[in-house]
Nanobody, 119 residues
Framework: QVQLVESGGGLVQAGGSLRLSCAAS????????MGWYRQAPGKQRELVAR???????VYADSVKGRFSISRDGAKNTVSLLMNSLKPEDTAVYYC?????????????WGQGTQVTVSS
């Protein structure tokens, strides 16, 4: 089993920045794609960004140019740098990962970390 643990959430003013981090542990040989989802109250969960093992990344249109995803394959960690935050970025952010040898959608989910952006 694989565990994903997020850190770095919190309260920030609009225009500010936060960095989310996620560390994978457990029965890991390797992980394929990793990424971040978010879910705001009353809204559907949405993919924010994902990154392949080779470092290729994809972003939701709503965060392009503001968020940046990165990963350390050797350490099985993934980070999300969020700049120019807006109140509409307020949500619970979930780290996700795809098991080695499998394809998207994710097999593993973290517990989530709250990000709140005040106006």
């Amino acid at each position: 089993q694989v565990q994903l643990v997020e850190s770095g959430g919190g309260l920030v003013q609009a225009g500010g920045s936060l960095r989310l981090s996620c560390a994978a542990s457990g029965s890991i040989y390797s992980l394929n794609d990793m990424g971040w989802y978010r879910q705001a109250p009353g809204k559907q969960r949405e993919l924010v960004a994902r990154i392949t093992g080779g470092g290729r990344s994809v972003y939701a249109d709503s965060v392009k140019g503001r968020f940046s995803i990165s990963r350390d394959g050797a350490k099985n960690t993934v980070s999300l740098l969020m700049n120019s935050l807006k109140p509409e970025d307020t949500a619970v952010y979930y780290c996700v990962a795809v098991a080695y040898g499998r394809n998207w959608p994710p097999n593993y989910w973290g517990q989530g970390t709250q990000v709140t952006v005040s106006s």
